[in-house]
């Protein structure tokens, strides 16, 4: 049997928000759109989050919390969940990543790790 964390694929999008955003007082917004992929064969439940984002300047922050944009979502095997939030930083690039805390309809938690992902403004990488 695999892991349960293994049953878990997460896909993500970032977008720079230009027109949220005002460099001149080094306020830089982004959206994510992420999508929770349930590979396995048992529903689970998303119950929390945790986030780690580090600027350019190595300025580190964290973000816990219980569900999603205000939701606990159950994913059934074999289908995802999608939802879009997002970030205000002090630099035009930052890097995001941590876990969602899940939940088995048996009662088995486990984090599905959500892998680093780059937040840039256009024009700053090549």
């Known amino acids: 049997m695999k892991p349960l964390e293994s049953s878990i694929k997460i896909e993500v999008k970032t977008e720079y928000i230009e027109e949220q955003s005002s460099p001149e ?34 300025h580190y922050s964290e973000v816990q919390g219980a569900g999603v944009v205000g939701e606990t979502p159950t994913i059934a095997p074999n289908t995802a969940y999608q939802y879009t939030s997002g970030t205000v930083c002090e630099t035009p690039f930052a890097v995001m990543e941590g876990h969602y805390v899940m939940v088995t309809k048996d009662g088995r938690e486990f984090k599905a790790p959500i892998a680093p992902f780059r937040l840039a403004a256009p024009g700053l990488l090549h």
């Open 25 to 58: 007082e080094d306020r830089y917004l982004f959206s994510y759109t992420i999508t929770i992929i349930n590979l396995g064969d048992q529903d689970v439940t998303l119950i929390s989050r945790m986030w780690c984002i580090t600027d350019a300047n190595g």
